[in-house]
């Protein structure tokens, strides 16, 4: 079946997005208009079905569109997993041209380090120390 990727902004379809991002473990119950915010500020790649004009996949930039670049919601419906969709979601990520200067890209996962590994992702050497702080979750997730 014929998949389209894209990152046109007009291609987004905000509620099956939102379905999406918000059955992961790392965004679970997130609130539409947060997503929708997210979106707004960021350059997101969907995978549409061209059959059924379903989006089933997407993985998100948050970028100053310079110098860094932080990958997330890379994510595909289970029943496309394993076709090479979220390779593909990344590559087109990779080929904007508002990232086509970035000199550090940066992401989290708990469960694809391989499939991270295969674009050049490496962990970071242990004298490097990130950390993160994590906003109260009553401020983006459904009440």
Known sequence: MPITISTDPSC??????????????????????????ALRNSI?????????????G???VVTDRATFAWLCDVVVLEPWRGQGL???????????PSLQTVRRWCL????AEGLYEKF????????????????????????
């Not at 979220?86 to 904007?96: A, G, K, N, V, W």
């Not at 970071?124 to 993160?132: D, Y």
Request: hydrophobic residues 35%; neutral net charge.
């Open 44 to 56: 997101a790649a969907v995978a549409i079905d061209d059959t059924t004009g379903v989006t089933i």
């Open 120 to 143: 050049g992702y490496r962990r970071l050497p242990p004298e490097r120390i990130w950390m993160e702080k994590q906003g109260p979750k009553e401020r983006w997730q459904e009440r």
């Open 108 to 111: 989290a996962t708990r469960d």
């Open 12 to 37: 987004h379809d905000l509620d099956a997005i939102h379905r999406i991002v918000a059955g992961t473990y790392w965004s679970p119950d997130i609130r539409r208009e947060v997503v929708a915010e």
């Open 86 to 96: 979220s390779r593909r979601l990344i590559e087109e990520l990779e080929r904007h």
């Open 58 to 60: 997407i993985a998100r």
